[in-house]
T-cell receptor, first 115, second 114 residues
Framework: AQSVTQPDIHITVSEGASLELRCNYS??????LFWYVQSPGQGLQLLLK??????LVQGIKGFEAEFKRSQSSFNLRKPSVHWSDAAEYFCAVGPITGTASKLTFGTGTRLQVTL | KAGVTQTPRYLIKTRGQQVTLSCSPISGHRSVSWYQQTPGQGLQFLFE???????NKGNFPGRFSGRQFSNSRSEMNVSTLELGDSALYLC?????????????FGPGTRLTVL
């Protein structure tokens, strides 16, 4: 069964510093990968997704992610973090079968931004 | 275009009671999925509905059920509530079924079981 691992539970960065959130997946076929962000008391917002093609994916709010098949990773990056980026970030993998919509999520990484 | 709406936003129930949560998808979206989010288990898939039919189900007991109406609105029901059912329940909608369809999440319903 597919699974997603986010090894960092909590990360603290200074405003203006660069950010990298790690995500590793286990998947039996070509993965469909997503990054979502959740602000306190809110639902999930899609930051970016990877289905195929260019392994460097650009998303909203200045985020990007790079798919590395050899490392089974899909790390999220941002060159300069803003205080408003403080939130919880979830990596997810889509289903293997084409007709299902189920997402399998990692446990999340909580980002704290210091001023 | 309005986003996914969930009602109520907050709910307090006692053990043994039952509860019904509602989800209105984005206009034109026909697929609705439900997820449970808890600090201990994280985000877990409950079930997915498309064209009023349950297409997929997660690993939850039969106390958890749902349905979808002809206008794509969906409800989920939890009977005989247990303390462990306290969670944020998230609904997501997409245009169609399948992994190519982006899912849009609602703000969730926070259920507290006392």
């Amino acid at each position: 069964a597919q699974s997603v691992t986010q090894p960092d539970i909590h990360i603290t960065v200074s405003e203006g510093a660069s950010l990298e959130l790690r995500c590793n997946y286990s998947y039996g076929a070509t993965p469909y990968l997503f990054w979502y962000v959740q602000s306190p008391g809110q639902g999930l917002q899609l930051l970016l997704k990877y289905f195929s093609g260019d392994t460097l994916v650009q998303g909203i709010k200045g985020f990007e992610a790079e798919f590395k098949r050899s490392q089974s990773s899909f790390n999220l990056r941002k060159p300069s973090v803003h205080w408003s980026d403080a939130a919880e970030y979830f990596c997810a993998v889509g289903p293997i079968t084409g007709t299902a919509s189920k997402l399998t999520f990692g446990t999340g990484t909580r980002l704290q931004v210091t001023l | 275009k309005a986003g996914v709406t969930q009602t109520p936003r907050y709910l307090i129930k006692t053990r043994g009671q039952q509860v019904t949560l509602s989800c209105s998808p984005i206009s034109g979206h026909r697929s609705v999925s439900w997820y449970q989010q808890t600090p201990g288990q994280g985000l877990q898939f409950l079930f997915e509905y498309f064209s009023e039919t349950q297409r997929n189900k997660g690993n939850f007991p039969g106390r958890f059920s749902g349905r979808q109406f002809s206008n794509s609105r969906s409800e989920m029901n939890v009977s005989t509530l247990e303390l462990g059912d306290s969670a944020l329940y998230l609904c997501a909608s997409s245009l169609g079924q399948g992994r190519y369809n982006e899912q849009f999440f609602g703000p969730g319903t926070r259920l507290t079981v006392l």
